[in-house]
């Protein structure tokens, strides 16, 4: 059995890149795929924590969002061939329990996860099922492809929250998924967008992505400075951080009426926030999960040049430089990494 290259993730912080077994196809709805190129999530950072943030099988490859091109297909794959470019939609739900059948198939809790559960995108190959792919425009760069997945998550908050142009909104964290926020915001029109973030080097790509005010919390009363600039607080507030501090804080930035949308994700963080804050001036706080139905909408938008998801970039590794890019996430010296298992192709 041939070779390939993957980061495998061995357990307690462990992350090692190895030759592997190169899949191979074992049903017939397989399809074997060269990965093209994949993006680093922070999700993938809180599975490397100790004790970690999210769960991951040990001894998986990571990765979850990632395209590619097909190799191969199983004898019953109809809809896709070899050479055919394609995104990888990498939550397989059941499509059977109440969630599944209620229209609220990002919530399944049988969902196995490519990348998480089974082995994901941080490889030269993978083999996926025919169902979880999607076609991918060749006119879309391969940096671009790699975050279709992030993309279409982030517009299942965007479907929630529904931002309007006379909207103030604050964005928390000005990683990845910040950033892209912000490009999206600037598509729905959106004029007065704040950002809190204390690396000195994500502000800097918050503006180069279209922040309107960016703000140090370390350094500034955030609510101060949003009255002197807006005259007043938040309409919105979306957590792209996750770390439980936020919380009370987006609360306390709120208009009576506001909304928080809490993206960020990780099971150990905890916060306090007294209830009466919420029912005293009737705030909505509003989880997002996943991709619900939107990769259709992220394909699309990847395709629209004044979605300009390519200013959120930082950095493109080759795979065997993957824990570089997770090191310089993780300090803060990098915004969106862009991993390439088969060689930078762009």
Known sequence: MSKMLAAVFEGNGILNVKEVDKPQIVHPDDVLIKVGAASICGSDLHVLHVPPGQYAKPGVILGHEYYGYVEEVGNEVTN????DKVVVDNIMKCHTCQYCLNGMDNLCPDAVIYGQIIDGGFAQYCVIKAAQLMHMPETVPSYLAAQTEPLSCVMNGMKKINPTPADNVLIFGMGPIGLTFIRTMKLYGVKNLAVCEMSEMRREKAKE??????????????????????GDLCDIVVDAVGVGSVFPQAVDLLKCGGTLLIFGQNANAMSQVPPAVIVRNELTVRGTYCAHNTFPVAIKLLQDPALGLERIISHKLELRDIKKGMEMLNNQQASRVIIYPNGIID
Request: net charge negative; proline share 8%; aromatic share 8%.
């Open 80 to 83: 896709f061939k070899p050479g």
């Open 209 to 230: 992505c279209g922040a309107d005010l960016v703000i140090d919390p370390s350094k500034e009363d955030v609510a101060s400075v949003l009255k002197n600039e807006w």
